[in-house]
């Protein structure tokens, strides 16, 4: 497979100053992140909250500006020229983690699909009406006439998350970001969606960025796998192969923490008892260090990604398992 996308040292900081006082704090909200997407492939984004996921996502789409990086979108850098943003946007559409927030309620339901098309000047009205009903045929809302018509309210929050994906596939784009798309939904629901996902990348060879800090979706719907701590990729690789060996202590703690208990030993030890968060300007050498059972000398100095596997890498000098 051809790769789609390449993101290469990509950084964004943000200066907080603290309440109350004059003193200055650096947020390293993504801080030379790198990796590249081939076309069709699910590629994952996990990690916990604030380990900038969706601020990746952001710097993607260009809604905000990235300090230093680049973007590159089938071989040509994505600058902030019109016919590039345009390009872009075109190809790579969002689906937000809260369908109602992310939706006009003051709109019907055709005119939240019809919007995208119509600002992108997609085709005459005839052309742009039948592409509403077959994306909604797509995402399996029926009966068709009836939902155009309705408001957002009047529908249940999975036909919600549906409407954004039928949004997000009315331009035909080649790779869709998926922003903790099944999160806030019953988990009947979400099979649903994730199993409606999967079949609509696979029939249209769509790339997927799917963001989550939930594994075990992502083992679901992912091939490949970053995950991400405090702005950085800390380990890398297949999806089945980094979740069955994880070689960085980090990876290991977010497996350990979707785990089933074992009935027959419920006082059995984690693998990984990690602390509590640190704070975050302590980030001189590893930056997981301050929480990790297995911290040595040498993780004072920032470490690496480094090949475990076959395209499995890690940043990590201490190789658990």
Known sequence: MTEILKIEHLKKYYIKKKIFS?????????????????????????????????TIAKLILKSIQADTGKII?????????????????????????????????RMKIKDIILEPLEIHNVGNKEERN???LEV??????????????????????????????ARALALKPKIILADEPVS?????IRAEMLELMRELQKKYHISFIYITHDLATAKYFGQRIAILY?????????????????????????????????????????KIRIKEALQKKDLEGCRFKSRCPYV????????????VGNEHFSACYVKIN
């Not at 408001?151 to 409407?163: A, E, T, V």
Request: hydrophobic share 30%; net charge negative.
């Open 136 to 165: 909604l045929k797509e995402v399996k809302l029926e009966p068709v006439e009836e939902i155009m018509k309705k408001y957002p309210h009047m529908l249940s929050g999975g036909q919600r998350q549906r409407i954004v994906l």
């Open 230 to 270: 405090l702005g950085k990729i800390v380990e890398t690789g297949p999806i089945n192969q980094v979740l069955s060996t994880p070689k960085h202590p980090y990876t290991q703690a977010l497996i350990d923490a979707i785990s089933e208990p074992d009935p027959d030993n419920l006082h059995k030890e984690r």
């Open 184 to 188: 806030m939904l019953d988990v009947s």
């Open 130 to 132: 039948r592409r509403v």
């Open 22 to 54: 004059s003193e200055l704090s650096i947020v390293k909200a993504t801080d030379d992140v790198s990796f590249s997407i081939k076309k069709g492939e699910v590629f994952v984004l996990a990690g916990e909250s604030g380990s900038g996921k969706t």
């Open 73 to 105: 979108f089938e071989d040509q850098e994505i600058d902030n020229q019109k016919k590039n943003l345009e390009k872009i946007r075109m190809n790579c559409q969002m689906i937000h983690q809260d369908p109602y927030d992310s939706i006009n309620p």
């Open 296 to 307: 040595i000398e040498q993780c004072g100095i920032e470490p690496n990604l480094e090949k």
